[in-house]
């Protein structure tokens, strides 16, 4: 059971997926980024919390050879 802010972490990495696909985890660097300039750093600790969910749900790629 996850506890409210993981569970909206989720939620909005799942919206990121959804809206900007590949483009995600740029968009949550982003915002990282911006929320480490104006010095929110518990805005940037759930960015970086979201960075991590998206980069745990991409697909691996696949260890075959394409020749």
């Given at each position: 059971?996850?506890?409210?802010?993981?569970?909206?972490?989720?939620?909005?990495?799942?919206?990121?997926?959804?809206?900007?696909?590949?483009?995600a985890?740029?968009?949550?660097?982003?915002?990282?980024?911006?929320?480490?300039?104006?010095?929110?750093?518990?805005?940037?600790?759930?960015?970086?919390?979201?960075?991590?969910?998206?980069?745990?749900?991409r697909?691996?790629?696949?260890?075959?050879?394409?020749?």
């Open positions: 059971m996850f506890d409210d802010n993981e569970r909206l972490a989720r939620q909005e990495a799942h919206w990121l997926i959804k809206e900007f696909g590949a483009e985890p740029l968009y949550a660097a982003m915002k990282a980024e911006k929320a480490i300039e104006q010095k929110d750093f518990g805005r940037c600790a759930r960015w970086k919390r979201i960075l991590e969910i998206l980069a745990d749900s697909p691996a790629k696949s260890a075959t050879s394409k020749y």
